[in-house]
């Protein structure tokens, strides 16, 4: 017999109820919001979770000590030295949040337009790194590979005439991948988007020995307007000449973002990401069901501070705005998320038990 949503199609025009009905009420034979009617039947049926293992924590690191500098365009959100760093990373720690993501604040005088102090293995990236590794070992650290934190000029690679260099780039990237893995870094993230970079840096990795250390490529990275107050926390905002849409992708393209992913997968990378997150969650989506391989989003600054400001504004609930962001890139198919949300979810999904 055809069945058509759960009733025999030969019966469909025949009333269910013929006589009996309340008045007005609609012969309904599926009812899907039986499985709403109480938190407990909501609970059954619910397809994700969010879980604190899904999160890592992207921190602002700064030179000093005992110091922490708001950063203005993310309310909520701060820079810290070194020692304070490892404050958060405890704090990560009792949250179980399993992953902290560094990024750097360097000095206007250390920054040159090779981007050197990127390789130097006493940079705060590389500092940080040691010194939380000493106190809590047992907490992952992800550690950005580009040079935009370092250059004067704000671009992620070596520049001449106007023009980013890919090869050059990669050689100084890989050199900057092995000061931080050899600082104690434990997953390497290049964020730079040149071409082949996952293949040298791993081959670096492997002729030192550090063949343990992960590979998360920003695989499908967009030029977005949605880094803006990123720039702000590192301070190559005011400074950055032009834009990136030489190496970073074109927000109209997501076939090219399997390509993307395709190519970082066969060059070596252990996990990939999709950036930003919430305007990208398509990406998310068909990069997850293609290659099902550990795939994550970045949460980026822009998308922190529309929730944020908003918040503050009394526009919209915070604390809900957060967690129902965060669980969308579960629905999309993510393995885990990283979001400047971090600390407060994990304090709420605690709290919840
Ligand atoms: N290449 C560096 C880098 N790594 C992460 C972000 C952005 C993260 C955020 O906005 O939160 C950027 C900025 C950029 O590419 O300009
Ligand atoms: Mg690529």
Redesign the pocket.
Known sequence: MAIKYGRPIELREVSRHEGTMVPHALDLTVRPRRNRKAEWARRMVRENVLTTDDLIW?LFLIDGNNKREQVASMPGVERLSVDQAVREAERAMKLTIPCIAL?PYTDPSLRDEEGSEATNPNNLVCQAVRAIKKEFPDIGLLC?V????FTSH?H?GLISDGRILNDETVAVLVRQALVQAEAGCDII?P???MDGRVAAIREGLDRSGLSDVQIMA?AA?Y??A??????D??G?AKT?TGD?RTY?MDSANSDEALREVELDIAEGADMVMV??GMPYLDVVRRVKDTFAMPTFA???????AMIAAAANNGWLDGERAMMESLLAFKRAGADGV?S?FAPKAAEKLRAQG
């Open positions: 992207p990024f950005d580009a040079l935009d934190p704000g992620d993230a964020s730079d988007m920003y990275k030029a977005s949605f880094y803006g107050p990123f720039r926390a590192i190559s950055l990136k970073q950036k930003p970045y949460q980026v600054s822009g998308e922190y990283l400047y």
